[in-house]
Structures are given as structure tokens and as C-alpha cells.
């Protein structure tokens, strides 16, 4: 059952409209400039505006195009339907978050980021010469992000953040 763009791109908005507004409700902290309310607030504008997107079909068109130029220069091996252990790739994403809640404490923040980057690049069909540094580098940046601008310290288990 496929559901209209309509309806997904507007369950996406009402979704990002309501991170907004409870975000926006979140009480501000003394001193800082930047509270919790930020980011709630970013997500939910992106979402919200994403949504909107969806729903008013823009980039439809760039869709199509690709559509019909992949089908037209495919060979019939591409055109194959996709190995049934790839529709299991679904579950990927909320396994890694289980990993997550369950090793962060212990192992800490940069290697279990590490780990959940490498596997979820390389499942998703990144090749590892891309997926090896991303997964080195991007731990590093989002514990940067975390620390010094939303100044929520992430744990540092067996490999603390530098500096």
C-alpha cells in the first residue's frame, strides 16, 4: 500500500509543527543564550517546512526525470527486484538507537557513534573508503556541536572527548 505524498508530507509538517510549539514552551535558561528549546524548535521547523514540500510536490520533477533516465539506460539486472534481507533494513535504524541506550554509558559517546555510523553507511550501500572516515570524523564533529554550543556533555566512557 503506497500512501499519497499528501498525506505523508502532512503528517511530516504536523509532526514538525508540534516539535515546534513544545519546544518553544521549554523554559529558557538563566545566562545562556542558547536553551533547550532550540533545538526542538529547529527540528520542528524543518520538519514543518519539509512537509510543506512534500505536500506542494516541490522537486517532483527531479524525480521523475531520474526515474525515467534510470530506467532507460538500466540493464535487466538492475531492474531486479532488491535481495529480500535488504527489506530488513527498516529495522536497522531503531537497532542502532537500542545499541545506543544500551553501550553509550559504557563505552561512551565517540565509539558507539563510531560504530553506528560505519554500520549504518556501509548497509545503506556506501562503499568502506567513505564510510570509514565518516565514521571517524563525524563522532568528533557532533560531540563538538553537543559540547561547546549546546553545552550538553555526551558520555565519555572509555574514550573521553579530547578537549
Not at 535481495?83 to 531503531?94: I, K, S, V
Not at 559517546?109 to 562503499?127: C, D, E, K, Q, Y
Request: glycine share 10%; net charge neutral; charged share 10%.
Amino acid at each position: 500500500m503506497q500512501l499519497s505524498d499528501r498525506i505523508t508530507g502532512s503528517a511530516i509538517a504536523a509532526l514538525g509543527a508540534v516539535a515546534f510549539v513544545y519546544g518553544s514552551k521549554l523554559p529558557p535558561v538563566p545566562g545562556q543564550q542558547v536553551g533547550p528549546s532550540a533545538f526542538p524548535m529547529v527540528v520542528g521547523a524543518g520538519l514543518a517546512l519539509c512537509g510543506g514540500l512534500i505536500v506542494f510536490g516541490v522537486g517532483r520533477h527531479f524525480e521523475e526525470v531520474a526515474e525515467a533516465d534510470v530506467i532507460s539506460h538500466a540493464t535487466p539486472e538492475e531492474l531486479a527486484p532488491l535481495p529480500a534481507w535488504r527489506n530488513w533494513l527498516a529495522l536497522l535504524p531503531p537497532a542502532l538507537l537500542a545499541f545506543y541506550a544500551l553501550a553509550s554509558e559504557t563505552l561512551g559517546f565517540l565509539p558507539t557513534a563510531a560504530v553506528m555510523v560505519l554500520v549504518a553507511s556501509l548497509a545503506f550501500g556506501a562503499r568502506p573508503k567513505l564510510a570509514v572516515p565518516l565514521a571517524i570524523i563525524a563522532p568528533f564533529a557532533i560531540n563538538l556541536i553537543f559540547l561547546k554550543l549546546l553545552r550538553v556533555p555526551l558520555p565519555g566512557g572509555i574514550l573521553p572527548f579530547p578537549w
